[in-house]
């Protein structure tokens, strides 16, 4: 019973250091392996990642938990798009994973920036330090996700990352359309 919890820990830690490295931009999503089970274990842990950080950091959004939520899916289905179209379906586990996974050990970084830059409603974004902080975050995470489409499309990277920023503007036209994250209207007199 003590071996097989030991090779449990082993094969987390592993993994772990797999999406460290991802984000290194020392591996990619092919050194993964193929797990439906770590896919969806990864979906579990982002929706409880931003939902939680988002509801605590952010207590006068209320949708933060279906924001996430729809967002993971639509990119997911973004994601299985693409590799249908450039036919590589078969590449979807690891790929998704590495995208869920790299979502996952950023965001405890990630979220409390974009939680302090947010300006209340009706009051304008200010430039300051944390802001381009979150800007070079935002940046750089486009990029290891454009490495990552890149590994697994086998485009160049440049078209890669219009792809995913493409992903990134539909998950935002869906929830807006949808009214999932926009500010409540003003109180009317």
Request: overall charge neutral; aromatic content about 10%.
């Amino acid at each position: 019973m003590q071996e097989f919890h030991d090779q449990g820990n082993v094969r987390m830690t592993s993994t772990l250091k797999t999406f460290c490295d991802i984000l290194r931009l020392r591996a990619g999503p092919e050194d993964l392996p193929t797990s439906p089970r770590l896919l969806w274990s990864c979906f579990a842990l982002l929706l409880l990642l931003q939902g939680g950080l988002g509801s605590w950091l952010m207590s006068e959004e209320r949708t933060v938990f279906g924001q996430a939520l729809l967002s993971a899916l639509i990119s997911l289905g973004w994601l299985a798009l693409l590799l249908r179209l450039f036919g590589k379906p078969e590449r979807f586990t690891q790929t998704a994973t590495a995208m869920l996974g790299v979502a996952c050990v950023f965001a405890p970084i990630s979220l409390p920036v974009i939680a302090t830059i947010t300006p209340e409603p009706g009051q304008p974004m200010t430039p300051s330090p944390l802001a381009l902080f979150a800007f070079v975050i935002s940046l750089y995470l486009t990029y290891v996700n454009g490495r990552i489409l890149r590994a697994a499309l086998e485009r160049p990277l440049f078209q890669c990352i219009v792809l995913f920023l493409l992903g990134e503007f539909l998950v935002f036209s869906l929830t807006l359309a949808l009214g999932i994250g926009t500010p409540p209207p003003p109180p009317t007199a």
